[in-house]
């Protein structure tokens, strides 16, 4: 299947796909990917380095006739999610991702697909290894820990770049030009227990939520897809009077929609909880039956676990995350359908003695973003549980002047003869961050059909992908000339 995948069209930009997903590039793992770039760059004989926090930069000139427009940064991030199915043995660290095509899609394998922003990524390395395309002098910057911190772009300083236009190559639908993108913080909300342990003559079951859809808890969130984690507190805090806890593993990385959790619980009583789950179990798949087709809602026997959370413990966990709001909080009132601020519960870890729970929250505005988070950490703190706020980063404000948007514009309506769909998103994208130590650069994003990012479902559009590639050639046509 990689031989079917390295024959599709554009063929330079899928074998370079393909070479990228060889490499296990997972966040805060980068070193092989940067090893990897640096190796494809120096064999190009191209000015290739790396910067104190491991993002790499390389430089071609202009090709013939090109040499009076202004320097483009083309830009794209290296690592990829990290996101598998339950029943699907892999190994990130060492493997690299098994593609497959279904009819137009390029998907992996019971795995995330890197298409986010591996098809970036391979875009600008085609048009840095070729010989035949246009294009004015460019910087390819490729930036590290996007998806868990941006502190790639965090830790990018003045004086690496002197492109006058940026092109961040990481938005999801062919026919969107991205003028703006929401900010970020992480919370997490910590809490110690002390264990007690399991009482004797009780019964043990596990209890699994599976089967959802997840997705981006940025560009997704507005879809109304079921939160594992919110789902399993229903079910347990059903459970609350005839229960006991004793562990919860829920979810996963932060800017992922939660598909899986699992609890390990004591009872005394099966007949009443079977009653009472097989009831909570029920209502929650019929609210979901419309979008999530998939759901489960399991309850099996399991071993018995030698302790369990107090009982007070559990009753305030329970009520915190009950509390803690999950999905959007704020629809703009200037851009139509667009996001303004929302939160992810994000991972739910209860085991031995401590309690973990952390979220992202989004806000295109400075503002919104601060609010949401007081009252999520308030509900906590009511708790008496320990807050950390970690990994802000700032929202990319839309440039109504901006030159390239006006490029971009006028080249898709020449190509494809209507208007693109001109937005800002309730994504994080790495513009609004390097344009703290470039404020003058004039930026823009845009790229391939991607779905399902950030979930073993996502997949990349084969047809959107030539269709985005040609519009990249003429956009490298177009640069403006210099000043």
Avoid at 149 to 158: D, F, S
Avoid at 245 to 254: F, P, Q, T, V
Avoid at 424 to 451: K, Q, V
């Amino acid at each position: 299947m990689k031989l079917a995948i390295r024959n599709l069209d554009p063929k330079a930009l899928w074998n370079n796909f393909a070479d990228l997903n060889a490499v296990p590039r997972a966040s805060k793992k980068e070193e092989k990917v940067i090893a990897f770039m640096v190796d494809f760059g120096k064999k190009l004989g191209l000015e290739t380095v790396i910067d104190p926090v491991g993002n790499v930069i390389i430089k071609k000139p202009a090709t013939s006739g090109m040499e009076n427009r202004k320097t483009i940064v083309m830009q794209s991030h290296l690592d990829m999610v990290h996101q598998k199915n339950n029943n699907t043995v892999f190994d990130f660290d060492n493997e690299g991702i098994k593609m497959l095509i279904d009819g137009d899609w390029v998907k992996a394998d019971g795995t995330t697909l890197g298409a986010d922003n591996g098809l970036g990524v391979a875009t600008i390395m085609s048009v840095l290894e070729s010989t035949n395309i246009e294009h004015p002098a460019m910087e390819a910057l490729f930036t590290i820990d996007e998806e868990t911190g941006m502190t790639g772009a965090m830790g990018l300083e003045a004086g690496y770049l002197s492109g006058e236009i940026l092109l961040n190559l990481d938005t999801e639908d062919d026919d969107e030009i991205g003028v703006g993108c929401a900010g970020g913080i992480d919370i997490t909300a910590s809490k110690k227990y002390i264990p007690l342990n399991t009482e004797e003559n009780v019964s043990a079951y596990k209890i699994t939520v599976k089967g959802l859809q997840g997705g981006h808890s940025g560009m997704d969130i507005h879809k109304n897809f079921g939160n594992a984690n919110i789902i399993m507190n229903r079910v347990l805090y059903a459970l609350k009077d005839i229960c006991m806890i004793s562990e919860i593993d829920g979810g996963g990385l932060r800017n992922a929609i939660p598909r899986e959790s699992n609890a390990i619980i004591t009872v005394a009583d099966t007949e009443i909880l079977e009653e009472v789950f097989y009831t909570i179990a029920k209502d929650i798949i019929d609210e979901y039956n419309t979008i999530e087709n998939d759901i489960e809602i399991l309850l099996e026997e399991s071993f018995t676990p030698a302790k369990v959370i107090p009982k007070n413990d559990q009753k305030i966990l329970l009520e915190a995350i009950y509390s803690s709001h999950n999905g959007v909080f704020r629809m703009s009132p200037d851009i139509e359908n667009l996001v303004e601020t929302s939160n992810n519960v994000a991972r739910v870890l209860v085991k031995e003695g401590d309690i973990e729970i952390l979220c992202l929250t989004r806000s295109s505005v400075e503002s919104g973003k601060q609010n949401l988070v007081n009252a999520i950490s308030s509900g906590y703190e009511l708790a008496n549980f320990d807050i950390e706020l970690s990994g802000s980063y700032p929202g990319w404000k839309p440039n109504p002047n901006s030159e390239i948007l006006k490029v971009l514009q006028r080249v898709y309506v020449n190509m494809f003869k209507e208007e693109p769909n001109v937005l800002a998103c309730h994504a994080g994208l790495e513009c609004g961050i390097l344009g703290t130590n470039y404020p003058d650069m004039d930026m823009i994003s845009f790229g391939p059909t991607i779905r399902g990012a950030h979930s073993p479902d996502e997949r990349a559009s084969i047809s959107s992908t030539q269709k985005y590639w040609k519009f990249v050639l003429e956009i490298l046509k177009n640069i403006p000339i210099k000043d």
